[in-house]
């Protein structure tokens, strides 16, 4: 029997080299795939076979590998029901030993899993299981980010549109099941074994148990339910197979089942987005304005190729059609990634001097309340403004829907951070002196609501502060449908100074000031058209007068704003 340290002893990095994609191992048409298991290493070396161009699974107990479940007939008759509908096997079948013709022995993954540590000890990222077996044969891990599951039919359970599972191991004891029993309870159900929902009801409180007599009825619950929480386990690999939306538990020490996918939430910490099952279908037509109430119907386009209207009673710009509210709620959760400017810092450095810190906004809001007090910043992104906040006296407080975000404000920056929507929190009437809401307004489904709870958790005479975009500046005016900020997905409400003034005035609050700037906005591009304009050098003299001039107008790129609860 070969040990892990007379494996790891003779690999070599050629062994696990990445290559390009769609480079495969050339064999005979039928080939035999051999494993081993557990349950989910089975169910994660599926895209491995797939992309090998398929053929015969055999599996049964391992000879050098230790794995912990000794694969017997029985275990395999209950995986054969899903296992014989995916179009990639060809049949299933159970060996007490490796068949002879065996072409790919998929348990040699786990020789990837030997060199794990000392790859992430050079740079290298963690792989999740699926990708260690792509890895492993020299395959595109991008392989695994596409569904690898299909089920012959979804077996939605009526009223109870949640599956909820958990495993007795890969625990983490900081995940909320707690708030998510709140929130999901009255309309889950449990999936997997009596044992593992005896233990979860008992720690978490009643919840009805559906049970399962093989994968395929378990994968049909899971395609048809609309949410599935739970950790990583094999009913876990399933959902992930189909890509179905989910919330994973995730094991901080080791977690191996982090896919690149939208619809997945990984819950590290005890702050976690947790997904809300919504009644609004995809693209939701308000009938209503969502600021004075007037007739939607009536109100004509202010953007020819988006649903972008112009209420007719009160004159604010909105998007009457809505994209589906999850699927934003989602969307949002990237914005902690690389590729966002809200992305979390590397290091010290950029916490320290980052933009997003706004120390020109911070300096103007002393003009209006002095520490020390509570502050709230609603949108707060990884808390950049509310280490500012700190550092100057105020105690800080954080809500932000991105969960990531949230939870490098509370963990790392050790700022109280909240992750939810503000009418889901539950903070107390009078409780701040500040709120602040920096390009936060416009992306609020009910502005009026919002406002009217921000006045009740706000003290008589606290500040609300904030920033938004201007939908009459020059640029909206100039270019239209490809305006930056018109984002027909994600900003609901688009405010000129007129407007946001009456609005924050019927909504009980005394503007201080406000006022238009360039801000976040793209400067170059700016400069750019008014430099065609006015046909100047868009870095002269003259075009640092106009975008002044424009500020005064009401014109800038943005709205800053100060207003007193009264």
């Given at each position: 029997?070969?040990?892990?340290?007379?494996?790891?002893?003779?690999?070599?990095?050629?062994?696990?080299?990445?290559?390009?994609?769609?480079?495969?191992?050339?064999?005979?048409?039928?080939?035999?795939?051999?494993?081993?298991?557990?349950?989910?290493?089975?169910?994660?070396?599926?895209?491995?076979?797939?992309?090998?161009?398929?053929?015969?699974?055999?599996?049964?107990?391992?000879?050098?590998?230790?794995?912990?479940?000794?694969?017997?007939?029985?275990?395999?008759?209950?995986?054969?029901?899903?296992?014989?509908?995916?179009?990639?096997?060809?049949?299933?079948?159970?060996?007490?030993?490796?068949?002879?013709?065996?072409?790919?022995?998929?348990?040699?993954?786990?020789?990837?899993?030997?060199?794990?540590?000392?790859?992430?000890?050079?740079?290298?990222?963690?792989?999740?299981?699926?990708?260690?077996?792509?890895?492993?044969?020299?395959?595109?891990?991008?392989?695994?980010?596409?569904?690898?599951?299909?089920?012959?039919?979804?077996?939605?359970?009526?009223?109870?549109?949640?599956?909820?599972?958990?495993?007795?191991?890969?625990?983490?004891?900081?995940?909320?099941?707690?708030?998510?029993?709140?929130?999901?309870?009255?309309?889950?159900?449990?999936?997997?074994l009596a044992s593992e929902h005896e233990d979860f009801v008992k720690d978490f409180g009643d919840l009805p148990y559906r049970p399962t007599s093989n994968f395929l009825e378990l994968?049909?619950?899971?395609?048809?339910?609309?949410?599935?929480?739970?950790?990583?386990?094999?009913?876990?690999?399933?959902?992930?197979?189909?890509?179905?939306?989910?919330?994973?538990?995730?094991?901080?020490?080791?977690?191996?089942?982090?896919?690149?996918?939208?619809?997945?939430?990984?819950?590290?910490?005890?702050?976690?987005?947790?997904?809300?099952?919504?009644?609004?279908s995809m693209n939701t037509k308000l009938e209503h304005c969502p600021l004075c109430g007037a007739d939607s119907a009536e109100a004509p386009l202010f953007r020819q190729k988006t649903?972008?209207?112009?209420?007719?009673?009160?004159?604010?710009?909105?998007?009457?059609?809505?994209?589906?509210?999850?699927?934003?709620?989602?969307?949002?959760?990237?914005?902690?990634?690389?590729?966002?400017?809200?992305?979390?810092?590397?290091?010290?450095?950029?916490?320290?001097?980052?933009?997003?810190?706004?120390?020109?906004?911070?300096?103007?809001?002393?003009?209006?309340?002095?520490?020390?007090?509570?502050?709230?910043?609603?949108?707060?992104?990884?808390?950049?403004?509310?280490?500012?906040?700190?550092?100057?006296?105020?105690?800080?407080?954080?809500?932000?829907?991105?969960?990531?975000?949230?939870?490098?404000?509370?963990?790392?920056?050790?700022?109280?951070?909240?992750?939810?929507?503000?009418?889901?929190?539950?903070?107390?009437?009078?409780?701040?002196?500040?709120?602040?809401?920096?390009?936060?307004?416009?992306?609020?489904?009910?502005?009026?609501?919002?406002?009217?709870?921000?006045?009740?958790?706000?003290?008589?005479?606290?500040?609300?502060?904030?920033?938004?975009?201007?939908?009459?500046?020059?640029?909206?005016?100039?270019?239209?449908?490809?305006?930056?900020?018109?984002d027909e997905n994600t900003h609901y409400v688009h405010f000129t100074p007129e407007t946001l003034k009456a609005t924050l005035e019927k909504h009980g609050f005394e503007v201080l000031?406000?006022?238009?700037?360039?801000?976040?906005?793209?400067?170059?591009?700016?400069?750019?058209?008014?430099?065609?304009?006015?046909?100047?050098?868009?870095?002269?003299?003259?075009?640092?007068?106009?975008?002044?001039?424009?500020?005064?107008?009401?014109?800038?790129?943005?709205?800053?704003?100060?207003?007193?609860?009264?």
């Amino acid at each position: 029997m070969r040990s892990f340290e007379a494996i790891a002893r003779r690999l070599r990095p050629q062994h696990f080299d990445p290559v390009s994609p769609g480079l495969t191992i050339p064999l005979k048409r039928d080939k035999v795939f051999f494993h081993s298991g557990d349950f989910g290493d089975i169910i994660y070396c599926l895209p491995t076979i797939r992309a090998l161009g398929g053929g015969r699974l055999v599996i049964g107990p391992a000879n050098h590998w230790k794995t912990r479940l000794c694969m017997t007939k029985a275990h395999v008759e209950i995986m054969r029901p899903l296992l014989k509908v995916q179009p990639y096997l060809t049949s299933v079948e159970f060996s007490e030993k490796p068949p002879p013709d065996t072409d790919i022995d998929l348990n040699q993954f786990r020789e990837y899993l030997i060199t794990e540590h000392e790859r992430m000890k050079k740079g290298a990222r963690r792989l999740n299981l699926a990708e260690a077996h792509l890895y492993t044969f020299k395959l595109d891990l991008e392989e695994c980010e596409k569904p690898w599951l299909v089920v012959d039919y979804a077996q939605p359970i009526p009223d109870k549109p949640v599956l909820m599972h958990r495993s007795a191991r890969w625990r983490n004891s900081s995940f909320p099941w707690k708030k998510i029993m709140e929130r999901h309870a009255h309309h889950a159900v449990f999936v997997g074994l009596a044992s593992e929902h005896e233990d979860f009801v008992k720690d978490f409180g009643d919840l009805p148990y559906r049970p399962t007599s093989n994968f395929l009825e378990l994968a049909r619950l899971i395609a048809g339910c609309r949410l599935y929480i739970g950790n990583q386990s094999l009913p876990y690999a399933i959902c992930e197979g189909l890509k179905h939306n989910s919330v994973l538990e995730v094991w901080r020490e080791g977690p191996n089942c982090l896919f690149k996918r939208k619809n997945a939430i990984y819950g590290e910490s005890t702050i976690v987005y947790i997904p809300k099952i919504r009644e609004k279908s995809m693209n939701t037509k308000l009938e209503h304005c969502p600021l004075c109430g007037a007739d939607s119907a009536e109100a004509p386009l202010f953007r020819q190729k988006t649903d972008i209207v112009q209420c007719q009673s009160c004159s604010l710009v909105y998007l009457r059609t809505h994209p589906d509210e999850e699927a934003t709620m989602l969307y949002y959760q990237q914005y902690a990634d690389d590729h966002s400017h809200m992305r979390l810092p590397k290091n010290f450095e950029d916490i320290r001097s980052s933009g997003l810190r706004r120390d020109y906004f911070m300096q103007e809001l002393l003009n209006y309340v002095k520490p020390p007090g509570n502050l709230l910043d609603i949108g707060c992104g990884w808390g950049a403004f509310l280490a500012n906040a700190r550092e100057k006296g105020f105690t800080p407080y954080g809500v932000d829907v991105c969960h990531k975000a949230a939870n490098f404000a509370s963990t790392v920056l050790g700022i109280p951070t909240v992750c939810d929507q503000l009418d889901d929190c539950q903070f107390t009437e009078a409780m701040f002196d500040v709120l602040v809401v920096i390009h936060t307004l416009e992306h609020l489904m009910s502005p009026a609501a919002a406002l009217d709870r921000m006045r009740k958790i706000l003290k008589p005479g606290g500040v609300l502060a904030g920033i938004v975009p201007n939908i009459g500046g020059f640029c909206s005016l100039t270019m239209k449908e490809k305006w930056q900020w018109l984002d027909e997905n994600t900003h609901y409400v688009h405010f000129t100074p007129e407007t946001l003034k009456a609005t924050l005035e019927k909504h009980g609050f005394e503007v201080l000031h406000l006022y238009t700037h360039t801000g976040d906005y793209d400067d170059p591009e700016l400069r750019r058209l008014l430099g065609q304009r006015d046909d100047k050098d868009p870095n002269s003299e003259e075009i640092n007068a106009a975008i002044k001039e424009l500020w005064e107008k009401g014109q800038g790129e943005e709205i800053r704003f100060f207003a007193k609860a009264i």
